[in-house]
T-cell receptor
Framework: SQQGEEDPQALSIQEGENATMNCSYK?????LQWYRQNSGRGLVHLIL?????REKHSGRLRVTLDTSKKSSSLLITASRAADTASYFC??????????FGKGTRLSVIA | SAVISQKPSRDICQRGTSLTIQCQVD?????MFWYRQQPGQSLTLIAT?????????ESGFVIDKFPISRPNLTFSTLTVSNMSPEDSSIYLC????????????FGPGTRLTVL
């Protein structure tokens, strides 16, 4: 299993602004998944992007993947207070379980 | 997507006792996992629950402390044995693998406090 490293560790923005979080990983992958975790709760699956995809959208979320740089980014547009949460990336290279890094703690201030 | 339920959602237990957490999925899945999230930390994989055979534990986790069962493709249990305050965590069940999706989904978690 390999672990993604999210950057920055913490991010604070005003409501309505865009939030960008980055993820780096070390070895080749089949796909990469992004998750959100509200305080003390389970992980919510946001989006999966496959290694042959470069960009994917879901509502206000936009995920990019650059396999040559072994990196991904998650953009949340027009952020809301309800987007306040921790965000995790999870690269997957085989049939192994996902391993998680420390995540990015996003605070959206109303 | 998979709908995962966990019981109990939370519990407060005395040290030295054991707690069994149940995980139920609404569809058959290939793989089931158990994670732990200690306060202020990220998720740590405890083990992969294998149907019909012993679970595969990660380094630092042993069967005597965290026995796991998986009797079928939709259900698993994790027992936290002989608990101490250091076991206070959120325990999460996770599933992956069916004909219809590659994503890995998580249950709502069980918040355990050991006094």
């Amino acid at each position: 299993s390999q672990q993604g490293e999210e950057d920055p560790q913490a991010l604070s923005i005003q409501e309505g602004e865009n939030a960008t979080m980055n993820c780096s990983y070390k070895t080749s992958i089949n796909n990469l998944q992004w998750y959100r975790q509200n305080s003390g709760r389970g992980l919510v699956h946001l989006i999966l992007i496959r290694s042959n995809e470069r960009e994917k959208h879901s509502g206000r979320l936009r995920v990019t993947l650059d396999t040559s740089k072994k990196s991904s980014s998650l953009l949340i547009t027009a952020s809301r207070a309800a987007d306040t949460a921790s965000y995790f990336c999870a690269p997957r290279g085989g049939n192994t379980p996902l391993v998680f890094g420390k995540g990015t703690r996003l605070s959206v201030i109303a | 997507s998979a709908v995962i339920s966990q019981k109990p959602s939370r519990d407060i237990c005395q040290r030295g006792t054991s707690l069994t957490i149940q995980c139920q999925v609404d569809s058959q899945v290939t793989m089931m996992f158990w994670y732990r999230q200690q306060p202020g930390q990220s998720l740590t994989l405890i083990a992969t629950a294998n149907q019909g055979s012993e679970a595969t534990y990660e380094s630092g986790f042993v069967i005597d402390k965290f026995p796991i069962s998986r009797p079928n493709l939709t259900f698993s249990t994790l027992t936290v044995s002989n608990m101490s305050p250091e076991d206070s965590s959120i325990y999460l069940c996770s599933v992956r693998g069916s004909l219809s999706y590659n994503e890995q989904f998580f249950g709502p978690g069980t918040r355990l406090t050991v006094l």
